[in-house]
């Protein structure tokens, strides 16, 4: 079966600080990868999805930037932190072919001070 | 643009008291309607996946329905288990996996 990792689970940060969340997945092969932030009391918006190594695709204009070292890895990172990134980090995946479901991860709840 | 708009936004409910959730959409050529279950502070579980009207799935005390504009999530007699945040989502056929998300329903059910 498959699993889906995130850390770190929690995460406070100063603003201007750099940046750097980690995904893996477990139990498949060339997956799907997406990040979403969840903002306080608002729905799930996506930020960037990969459909292989090195295969980016952002969706939001703004100050992060991801990437895909691994098969099974997503890094969501960041130069300089601000306060607007703060909010609840989610990493999904989904199988590269055939089905659309999309899993999510735990979550990185992520505040900037 | 794809939309997707959920009512209520909050449902407070006695144990047993059954009840539906709404989920309007907006999208040209969709390819799937997804209803996911979020606990607080914690990833969402996905639940149901609905690719054509009239198309229905059950789950224990769950059943999802699709029309050609809305889905309906039914909770039959919930029990405080239930107790949740659902999400639905749409993906449409020519935004490869992409999903559009509506802002959820905060479902407490109180013994």
């Known amino acids: 079966s498959q699993t889906i990792h995130q850390w770190p689970a929690t995460l406070v940060q100063p603003v201007g600080s750099p940046l750097s969340l980690e995904c893996t997945v477990e139990g498949t092969s060339n997956p799907n990868l997406y990040w979403y932030r969840q903002a306080a009391g608002r729905g799930l918006q996506l930020l960037f999805y990969s459909v292989g190594i090195g295969q980016i695709s952002s969706e939001v204009p703004q100050n992060l930037s991801a990437s895909r070292p691994q098969d099974r890895q997503f890094i969501l990172s960041s130069k300089k932190l601000l306060l607007s990134d703060s909010g609840f980090y989610l990493c999904?995946?989904?199988f590269g072919s055939g089905t659309d479901t999309q899993y999510f991860g735990p979550g990185t709840r992520l505040t900037v001070l | 643009e794809d939309q997707v708009t959920q009512s209520p936004e909050a449902l407070r409910l006695q144990e047993g008291e059954s009840s539906s959730l709404n989920c309007s959409y907006t999208?040209?050529?969709?390819?799937?309607l997804f209803w996911y279950r979020q606990d607080p502070g914690k990833g969402p579980e996905f639940l149901f996946t609905l690719y054509s009207a009239g198309e229905e799935k059950e789950k224990e005390r769950l059943k999802a329905t699709l029309t050609k504009k809305e889905s309906f999530l039914h909770i039959t007699a919930p029990k405080p288990e239930d107790s949740a945040t659902y999400l639905c989502a749409v993906q449409r056929g020519a935004a490869g996996n992409k999903l559009t998300f509506g802002g959820g329903t905060r479902v407490l059910v109180k013994p």
């Open positions: 999208v040209s050529g969709l390819r799937g």
């Open positions: 999904a995946w989904s």
